[in-house]
């Protein structure tokens, strides 16, 4: 679904003179309908490496392919910040893709409904922004990318700013929703427990330029007991230590 061959970004600092390599040689493959976290230091390029898969930045060299099903939507980005219309409801802040694709208003409120029942919000979709909790924002915006209907996902630690509670609740429910679903998602976090938690491998990338440290294996579901969960994230945090330690 998602091949990413050496991919290289450099920036070119304000004064035009030096270059900042964010990504070199970067190798990924993602499979259909795979849930991969990707983790690492502050600044190593991992919203680089999402844009890039997103369509909102070309990479300097290599390639990110994305492969999707003729007339599929793009890979939808979900963001740290939900960035919902503050003059639209619940059910239009979800229904904007299928309006700008052309549907009535009765089809994208069908479509719109389905979705807002997924991310468990049904009974808020005459609500606006203003009136809902945090975490129930970000599910507003999950259901909105949803709404898109797109073979895959990029997330962008959507629940960093929230509180403990409602992250762990809200990392429960991306997990049913993928269940159902089985969209491809790559999923950019800070925090591993997150990652082994959520993610079928964990992508460990090195501080910049970044490059993949290793990836590591959680496996299916099932076997995410916590017994199993503890020496996996010794394992990410072992990796990831190496890379945030002072030089």
């Not at 999707?68 to 003059?87: D, I, N, R």
């Not at 599910?139 to 990318?145: D, E, S, T």
């Not at 950019?188 to 491998?201: F, M, Q, S, Y």
């Amino acid at each position: 679904m998602i091949s990413i061959k050496g991919l290289r970004k450099a920036y070119v600092d304000r004064r035009g003179n030096d270059e900042v390599v964010a990504l070199d040689g970067i190798d990924l493959e993602v499979r259909g309908g795979e849930f991969v976290c990707i983790v690492g230091p502050s600044g190593c390029g991992k919203s680089t490496l999402l844009n890039i898969l997103a369509g909102f930045e070309a990479p300097s060299a290599g390639t990110a392919e994305v492969a999707a099903a003729p007339g599929a939507a793009k890979p939808t980005m979900v963001f740290q910040e939900h960035a919902l219309f503050p003059w639209r409801t619940v059910l239009d802040n979800v229904a904007f893709a299928p309006e700008m694709r052309g549907l009535a208003k009765p089809a994208r409120h069908e479509i719109a409904r389905r979705y807002i029942e997924l991310v468990q919000l049904r009974g808020f979709e005459d609500k606006y922004p203003h009136q809902l909790s945090g975490g129930m924002k970000q599910r507003v915006g999950l259901a909105r990318a949803l709404c898109n209907e797109p073979e895959v996902l990029l997330m962008d630690e959507p629940f960093a700013a929230l509180d403990a509670q409602t992250k762990f609740l809200l990392q429960q429910e991306i997990g049913r929703i993928w269940r159902v679903t089985r969209k491809t998602v790559v999923y950019i976090t800070h925090a591993i427990d997150e990652a082994v938690l959520l993610g079928e491998r964990v992508v460990v990338m090195t501080r910049r330029p970044g490059r993949i440290k290793a990836i590591v294996a959680v496996g299916a579901e099932l076997e995410r007991s916590e017994k199993n969960l503890y020496p996996l994230r010794e394992q990410v945090w072992n990796l990831l230590r190496e890379e945030i330690a002072p030089l």
